[in-house]
């Protein structure tokens, strides 16, 4: 499985992104899927992710719910992150992972999966 992600830019306080994740090399319907955040000085954490197997089998951060929104477009094999309202504490790089293993706990793939090359999102004015 390969992944590359983007979409990442500058944006100021309150303002949307969306980020897109390309996957290739297995399909999507197999794969958990999600979005992970790092902040300066901090460890990577997850943010969004959905293992595939029911509406239930997905997980949003506290801090992004309601804001962030993972969704997915199974027939051209790509995953977005819609962002909303974003504040500066959403500042970090992204990085999009997809893989057919997943924690059964909160449904994000393994650090084992496939991982795109992070794109940095930065919320300043």
């Known amino acids: 499985v390969q992944v590359v992600d983007s979409g990442g830019g500058l944006v100021q306080p309150g303002g949307s992104l969306t980020l897109t994740c390309e996957v290739t090399?297995?399909?999507?319907?197999?794969?958990?899927v999600g979005w992970f955040r790092q902040a300066p000085g901090k460890e990577r954490e997850p943010v969004s992710c959905d293992a595939g197997r029911d509406d239930s089998s997905t997980f949003s951060a506290a801090s992004v719910k309601d804001r962030f929104t993972l969704s997915k477009d199974d027939a051209k094999n790509t995953v977005y992150l819609q962002m909303n309202n974003l504040g500066p504490e959403d500042t970090g790089v992204y990085f999009c992972a997809a893989g057919r293993t997943y924690h059964t706990d909160y449904y994000c793939p393994v650090d084992s999966s496939s991982w795109g090359q992070g794109t940095q999102v930065t919320v300043s004015s």
């Open positions: 090399g297995d399909k999507l319907r197999y794969l958990a």
